[in-house]
C-alpha cells in the first residue's frame, strides 16, 4: 500500500473527531530541531465543511477490534484496513510541518488487539518525532480508554494534550452503542491527568496543554440539559480545558440509531457549543441556561438572548455602573468588549454611540441598557415584544450560517 | 488643535515623514485637511522628512503616550487606510495632551479610530501569519502574499521561532517587500519582482499528500462553502 492511500484511509477513520485545536502551551523551537506552539492556537486551513485544519488528524491504525455501533472504524464494518509505521508518521508530520500546512500531530487510533498495546505504538511513533527529529510542534493525542497509568505517564510527557472521548452523553447510551467500552475506563484517564496536574504534572510537562473530551450528539436520546449538565460536571470535576460536541453522523444501519438518511443536528451542535462558551466564559451555569422544566434550547434564539429575555428583572444594566459580571448578561456585550467597557468609562460616561465604538453589537443590546436614547422597547416592560425583534436578527445570522443546511429539516423541539 | 480645512499635506510615505507631519503640525497649530503621498490639485504643502524632528516626536510618544500607544500608531502606519496619517496625527495630538491615559479612552472618536485601524492591521497579520503556505524550492521555504495592509514587517519574527534551522523567503507582492531569513538573519528588503523557482519530486509528493488529507477530512453531510471561503482568504491561502 502506498503512503497516498495509507493517508486516504486513515484520515477517514480520524475526521469524525472534532478537536483540532492547538491550544494551551506557548514556545519556540529549540535551536536543534523545529517547531513552535502558540498559546491561542492556529488554524492553518479550512476544510470545505468549514471546519478548521489546524493537526494533521490521523490514526495510527483503523484495525480496530472494538465494535461500536456509531464509529465507521468498527471491527464489523467492511471497510479498508491500513496501519502507519512510525517513521511514516515522522515523515508526514515534519514535511506538512515544514511547509506550514498544520500546526502539528493529532494521532488517534483504534484498539489495536489492547489498549496497551495501542499506547505503546503511539508512544513508539512520538518518541521517533520528538526524539530523532527534533519535532517542537503541537501533539495532540488520544489517551485509549483502559491504557495503564505508566504508559499514560509515557505518552504525556510527549504530547501536549491528550483527550479520552467520553463517546455518549450518558452511560446508558455508552453501554448500548459501545459494548466493549466501560464508563470507568474512559473515565480513567481523565482522572490520571487530573490527578497529575494537581501534583505539578504541567510544569513537568505532562500534558502541558491539559485534556479534552468529544461527546457524540444526537446518536442517543439525551436532552440538552443533560448535555450541557454533564459539560458543566466534566469542567468543575475534571478540570477539562474543553469538551466538544460532534453532531452524529450516521455511518452505521442498525436499528438504535439515526436512519442513514438522517441529517446531522447542526444547529443543536452550534447551540451547545454557544452554551459551553457561556459556561467557560461569561460565568453562566449549565442551570441557568436550561432546566429540567426546559430541558431543550430554544430553536430560534441562542442562549444568551433567551435567558435575557426570561429574566426581565435583570435588565436595564447600567453600562456606566455595573460589573463585569453583569455586563456580560447583557445581549451584544461580549468578553472584549465588556473589558473595553470597563476601561472606557472610567475615562468617560458611555454612551450608545461610544458602545458602537467599543464593539457591542447595539443592535441587540439597546433592549437590555439604561439610557439607551430613542429605543421605545425595553426588555424590562415587554419581553415578549423584544424576544421576536431578537428572533427576527437571529434569523438573518443564522440563514448565513447554515448556507448548505437545511435548516427546515433539523429536529425541532422546544 | 484646530482643523485647516484648506490645506493639505503631501509627505514621502515613510514613518520618519509621518511624524515629521505630526511635527509640523505643531508649528502650524492646525491638523490639515488630509495628508497624502501624491500631488493634488488641491492647496497643499510638502513636507520634507526630517529625521531630528521626527526623532523628536517619537521621544515625546514614548515619554507621553507609552509603548501601547506607539505600537498602536506603527501598526496604523502599516495600514492601507486611506485615513490613517490624519488618525495618528489626531491620536498623538489628543495624546499629547491628556498623557498616557488617553489609550484607555477607548470611546473618544480620536482614539476609537486609531485603535480600530491598529487592530485591523493586527487581524490581518495574524490572518495571513496563519493561512501562508511556504513551498520548498532548492532548499528554501518560500511564500507569495498579497495582503491589503503592509504587515510583513509584523510576521517575520513568529517564523524564525518556529524554523531556526530553515531558510526562508515571504514575499509581498502587493507592497514589494520581501522578507528573508538567511544563516539565522531576518532582514526586509523592497524587491520589485519575485517568482519562485520549479519545484521537485518531493515538493510534488508533499502537495498531493496534502491536498489527500485535505480532501478526505471534510466531513461530506456537512459541507459549507461559504463558511470555509470566509476563513480561506485567497489573498494568503494561494500555493
Same mark, same amino acid.
Given at each position: 500500500?502506498?503512503?497516498?492511500?495509507?493517508?486516504?484511509?486513515?484520515?477517514?477513520?480520524?475526521? =469524525?473527531?472534532?478537536?483540532?485545536?492547538?491550544?494551551?502551551?506557548?514556545?519556540?523551537?529549540? @535551536?536543534?530541531?523545529?517547531?513552535?506552539?502558540?498559546?491561542?492556537?492556529?488554524?492553518?486551513?479550512?476544510?470545505?465543511?468549514?471546519?478548521?485544519?489546524?493537526?494533521?488528524?490521523?490514526?495510527?491504525?483503523?484495525?480496530?477490534?472494538?465494535?461500536?455501533? =456509531?464509529?465507521?472504524?468498527?471491527?464489523?464494518?467492511?471497510?479498508?484496513?491500513?496501519?502507519?509505521?512510525?517513521?511514516?508518521?515522522? =515523515?508526514?508530520?515534519?514535511?506538512?510541518?515544514?511547509? =506550514?500546512?498544520?500546526? &502539528?500531530?493529532?494521532?488517534?487510533?483504534?484498539?489495536?488487539?489492547?489498549?496497551?498495546?495501542?499506547?505503546?505504538?503511539?508512544?513508539?511513533?512520538?518518541?521517533?518525532?520528538?526524539?530523532?527529529?527534533?519535532?517542537?510542534?503541537?501533539?495532540?493525542?488520544?489517551?485509549?480508554? &483502559?491504557?495503564?497509568?505508566?504508559?499514560?505517564?509515557?505518552?504525556?510527557? #510527549?504530547?501536549?494534550?491528550?483527550?479520552?472521548?467520553?463517546?455518549?452523553?450518558?452511560?446508558?447510551?455508552?453501554?448500548?452503542?459501545?459494548?466493549?467500552?466501560?464508563?470507568?475506563?474512559?473515565?480513567?484517564?481523565?482522572?490520571?491527568?487530573?490527578?497529575?496536574?494537581?501534583?505539578?504534572?504541567?510544569?513537568?510537562?505532562?500534558?502541558?496543554?491539559?485534556?479534552?473530551?468529544?461527546?457524540?450528539?444526537?446518536?442517543?436520546?439525551?436532552?440538552?440539559?443533560?448535555?450541557? /449538565?454533564?459539560?458543566?460536571?466534566?469542567?468543575?470535576?475534571?478540570? #477539562?480545558?474543553?469538551?466538544?460536541?460532534?453532531?452524529?453522523?450516521?455511518?452505521?444501519?442498525?436499528?438504535?440509531?439515526?436512519?442513514?438518511?438522517?441529517?446531522?443536528?447542526?444547529?443543536?451542535?452550534?447551540?451547545?457549543?454557544?452554551?459551553?462558551?457561556?459556561?467557560?466564559?461569561?460565568?453562566?451555569?449549565?442551570?441557568?441556561?436550561?432546566?429540567?422544566?426546559?430541558?431543550?434550547?430554544?430553536?430560534?434564539?441562542?442562549?444568551?438572548?433567551?435567558?435575557?429575555?426570561?429574566?426581565?428583572?435583570?435588565?436595564?444594566?447600567?453600562?456606566?455602573?455595573?460589573?463585569?459580571?453583569? #455586563?456580560?448578561?447583557?445581549?451584544?456585550?461580549?468578553?472584549? /468588549?465588556?473589558?473595553?467597557?470597563?476601561?472606557?468609562?472610567?475615562?468617560?460616561?458611555?454612551? #450608545?454611540?461610544?458602545? @458602537?465604538?467599543?464593539?457591542?453589537?447595539?443592535?441587540?443590546?439597546?433592549?437590555?441598557?439604561? &439610557?439607551?436614547?430613542?429605543?421605545?422597547?425595553?426588555?424590562?416592560?415587554?419581553?415578549?415584544?423584544?424576544?421576536?425583534?431578537?428572533?427576527?436578527?437571529?434569523?438573518?445570522?443564522?440563514?448565513?450560517?447554515?448556507?448548505?443546511?437545511?435548516?427546515?429539516?433539523?429536529?425541532?423541539?422546544? | 488643535?484646530?482643523?485647516?480645512?484648506?490645506?493639505?499635506?503631501?509627505?514621502?510615505?515613510?514613518?520618519?515623514?509621518?511624524?515629521?507631519?505630526?511635527?509640523?503640525?505643531?508649528?502650524?497649530?492646525?491638523?490639515?485637511?488630509?495628508?497624502?503621498?501624491?500631488?493634488?490639485?488641491? !492647496?497643499?504643502?510638502?513636507?520634507?522628512?526630517? %529625521?531630528?524632528?521626527?526623532?523628536?516626536?517619537?521621544?515625546?510618544?514614548?515619554?507621553?503616550?507609552?509603548? *501601547?500607544?506607539?505600537?498602536?500608531?506603527?501598526?496604523?502606519?502599516?495600514?492601507?487606510?486611506?485615513?490613517?496619517?490624519? *488618525? $495618528?496625527?489626531?491620536?498623538?495630538?489628543?495624546?499629547?495632551?491628556?498623557?498616557?491615559?488617553?489609550?484607555?479612552?477607548?470611546?473618544?472618536?480620536? +482614539?476609537?479610530?486609531?485603535?480600530?485601524?491598529?487592530?485591523?492591521?493586527?487581524?490581518?497579520?495574524?490572518?495571513?501569519?496563519?493561512?501562508?503556505?511556504?513551498?520548498?524550492?532548492?532548499?528554501?521555504?518560500?511564500? +507569495?502574499?498579497? !495582503?491589503?495592509?503592509?504587515?510583513?514587517?509584523?510576521?517575520?519574527?513568529?517564523? $524564525?521561532?518556529?524554523? !531556526?534551522?530553515?531558510?526562508?523567503?515571504?514575499?509581498?507582492?502587493?507592497? %514589494?517587500?520581501?522578507?528573508?531569513? *538567511?544563516?539565522?538573519?531576518?532582514?526586509? *528588503?523592497?524587491?520589485?519582482?519575485?517568482?519562485?523557482?520549479?519545484?521537485?519530486?518531493?515538493?510534488?509528493?508533499?502537495?498531493?499528500?496534502?491536498?489527500?488529507?485535505?480532501?478526505? +477530512?471534510?466531513?461530506? !453531510?456537512?459541507?459549507?462553502? %461559504?463558511?470555509? %471561503?470566509?476563513?480561506?482568504?485567497?489573498?494568503?491561502?494561494?500555493?
Amino acid at each position: 500500500m502506498t503512503l497516498e492511500e495509507k493517508l486516504k484511509i486513515l484520515t477517514d477513520g480520524a475526521k =469524525y473527531d472534532a478537536a483540532c485545536t492547538s491550544s494551551g502551551v506557548s514556545r519556540i523551537s529549540g @535551536k536543534d530541531g523545529m517547531g513552535s506552539a502558540s498559546m491561542g492556537g492556529i488554524c492553518h486551513a479550512f476544510s470545505g465543511d468549514g471546519r478548521c485544519i489546524s493537526l494533521l488528524k490521523i490514526l495510527l491504525s483503523n484495525a480496530c477490534c472494538y465494535d461500536c455501533a =456509531y464509529c465507521v472504524n468498527r471491527v464489523s464494518n467492511d471497510v479498508p484496513r491500513a496501519t502507519f509505521t512510525p517513521e511514516e508518521i515522522a =515523515y508526514l508530520t515534519i514535511n506538512l510541518y515544514k511547509r =506550514y500546512y498544520i500546526e &502539528g500531530l493529532f494521532l488517534s487510533s483504534g484498539v489495536l488487539g489492547s489498549p496497551d498495546n495501542t499506547t505503546q505504538m503511539m508512544i513508539k511513533a512520538l518518541e521517533l518525532l520528538r526524539n530523532k527529529y527534533k519535532f517542537y510542534g503541537y501533539i495532540h493525542a488520544k489517551a485509549i480508554p &483502559g491504557t495503564s497509568p505508566h504508559l499514560l505517564e509515557v505518552l504525556g510527557r #510527549l504530547a501536549d494534550r491528550l483527550s479520552s472521548n467520553i463517546e455518549l452523553p450518558s452511560s446508558r447510551g455508552l453501554k448500548l452503542l459501545a459494548p466493549d467500552k466501560e464508563k470507568r475506563d474512559v473515565l480513567a484517564p481523565m482522572g490520571y491527568i487530573r490527578d497529575r496536574h494537581l501534583h505539578g504534572g504541567a510544569s513537568e510537562g505532562f500534558v502541558r496543554a491539559g485534556q479534552s473530551t468529544q461527546m457524540i450528539i444526537g446518536a442517543t436520546p439525551e436532552s440538552d440539559f443533560q448535555v450541557i /449538565s454533564l459539560t458543566q460536571r466534566l469542567y468543575d470535576k475534571y478540570k #477539562l480545558k474543553r469538551v466538544f460536541y460532534s453532531a452524529y453522523i450516521p455511518v452505521a444501519d442498525n436499528s438504535l440509531l439515526p436512519a442513514l438518511d438522517s441529517k446531522p443536528p447542526l444547529l443543536r451542535e452550534h447551540r451547545l457549543y454557544q452554551a459551553d462558551w457561556l459556561m467557560r466564559f461569561y460565568g453562566f451555569k449549565a442551570e441557568e441556561i436550561l432546566d429540567e422544566s426546559r430541558p431543550y434550547f430554544n430553536e430560534f434564539l441562542d442562549p444568551k438572548c433567551n435567558w435575557a429575555v426570561n429574566h426581565p428583572e435583570v435588565f436595564p444594566v447600567d453600562v456606566n455602573r455595573a460589573s463585569y459580571e453583569l #455586563l456580560l448578561r447583557v445581549p451584544g456585550i461580549g468578553v472584549k /468588549s465588556a473589558k473595553r467597557i470597563v476601561v472606557a468609562r472610567k475615562q468617560r460616561k458611555l454612551d #450608545l454611540s461610544s458602545l @458602537k465604538r467599543l464593539g457591542v453589537v447595539v443592535k441587540r443590546a439597546k433592549y437590555f441598557i439604561d &439610557g439607551a436614547a430613542g429605543v421605545k422597547l425595553r426588555a424590562a416592560d415587554d419581553p415578549a415584544a423584544v424576544t421576536v425583534e431578537l428572533i427576527r436578527g437571529e434569523n438573518a445570522r443564522q440563514l448565513s450560517l447554515f448556507d448548505d443546511t437545511d435548516v427546515g429539516a433539523l429536529p425541532i423541539r422546544g | 488643535m484646530r482643523e485647516n480645512k484648506d490645506i493639505s499635506y503631501i509627505y514621502d510615505g515613510t514613518y520618519n515623514g509621518l511624524l515629521t507631519c505630526v511635527f509640523t503640525c505643531y508649528e502650524d497649530k492646525f491638523i490639515p485637511a488630509g495628508v497624502l503621498t501624491d500631488a493634488t490639485l488641491l !492647496p497643499s504643502k510638502r513636507i520634507y522628512t526630517d %529625521k531630528v524632528k521626527a526623532a523628536r516626536v517619537a521621544r515625546g510618544v514614548a515619554r507621553t503616550m507609552g509603548s *501601547a500607544a506607539e505600537n498602536m500608531i506603527r501598526n496604523a502606519y502599516l495600514s492601507d487606510f486611506k485615513d490613517k496619517e490624519l *488618525a $495618528v496625527i489626531r491620536f498623538i495630538v489628543r495624546g499629547m495632551a491628556v498623557g498616557i491615559s488617553v489609550c484607555r479612552d477607548l470611546a473618544h472618536p480620536d +482614539v476609537a479610530r486609531i485603535s480600530e485601524i491598529s487592530r485591523a492591521v493586527g487581524r490581518e497579520a495574524r490572518m495571513c501569519l496563519e493561512r501562508l503556505k511556504f513551498s520548498l524550492i532548492s532548499g528554501v521555504l518560500v511564500s +507569495v502574499v498579497q !495582503p491589503t495592509h503592509n504587515i510583513l514587517p509584523l510576521i517575520g519574527r513568529h517564523f $524564525v521561532g518556529r524554523f !531556526p534551522n530553515e531558510d526562508f523567503f515571504i514575499y509581498d507582492n502587493v507592497h %514589494k517587500l520581501g522578507v528573508t531569513y *538567511a544563516k539565522g538573519k531576518l532582514s526586509l *528588503a523592497e524587491i520589485d519582482d519575485f517568482t519562485p523557482g520549479d519545484i521537485d519530486d518531493e515538493e510534488e509528493l508533499c502537495r498531493r499528500l496534502w491536498k489527500i488529507f485535505y480532501d478526505t +477530512v471534510e466531513i461530506k !453531510p456537512r459541507r459549507n462553502e %461559504k463558511l470555509m %471561503k470566509q476563513h480561506m482568504p485567497r489573498r494568503y491561502a494561494n500555493m
